[in-house]
């Protein structure tokens, strides 16, 4: 069966009750191709991406971890697993549970929690405490997060090391954006201040 986007639920649920079966005329390495293939495509039904996820792969995992339709509780037991590459892509998916989420940001790899502060669908007070995080990289993704709240936007401006994300932000309101600019050494960043001083303006005239 040549599988696709464009294949039905009936097509999705023969392969899988066929695939032992297929075995049979495939290569080892053919078949996992075939199943990571199927792992992150976004057309497949939530009970087989279930199964794939009891795979000892870890590509397949990760791909069932960044798929959009992987039920919510498989996805809380791939953020238990011991590949941090598989707990990463579960942090990035913006499908991921909140509670989920939460724990996740209890983990001790940076690079985990620097992939759940950069997701839209962390919770904000997870957000918050990600901003204090000591690791650099981390408070940058939480920077430039869009769903970052702008009290930790501000705190955050003030952060030598993350202000120019902050400046990034599409979130970060303008009387932010305009104390950075203003104190910043890098010449682009004072025409911004300029352009804030007009958007200001244009704000108090508003009715």
Do not use: F
């Amino acid at each position: 069966m040549i599988l696709g986007r464009g294949r039905t639920k009936e097509e999705w649920y023969a392969w899988w009750h066929t695939r032992d079966i297929d075995l049979a005329t495939k290569s080892y390495e053919e078949d996992k191709a075939e199943r990571v293939n199927v792992a992150g495509n976004s057309t497949v039904p939530a009970e087989i991406l279930e199964g794939l996820a009891e795979n000892e792969d870890r590509k397949l995992k990760i791909d069932v971890a960044e798929n959009h339709n992987t039920p919510p509780e498989v996805l809380e037991e791939l953020a238990k697993d011991k590949d941090w590459e598989v707990r990463i892509a579960v942090a990035e998916n913006s499908k991921t549970p909140a509670k989920v989420l939460e724990e996740l940001a209890k983990d001790k790899d940076k690079w985990v929690k620097k992939a759940l502060a950069g997701n839209p669908s962390t919770p904000l007070k997870v957000l918050e405490e990600l901003a204090k995080d000591k690791d650099e990289e981390v408070r940058e993704a939480v920077a430039g997060n869009p769903s970052t709240p702008p009290k930790v936007l501000k705190k955050l401006a003030k952060d030598d090391d993350v202000r120019y994300d902050v400046a990034g932000n599409p979130s970060t309101p303008p009387k932010v954006l305009k104390k950075i600019a203003k104190n910043s050494t890098v010449p682009w960043l004072s025409y911004v201040s300029d352009g804030i001083d007009w958007l200001l303006d244009d704000l108090t005239l508003d009715p």
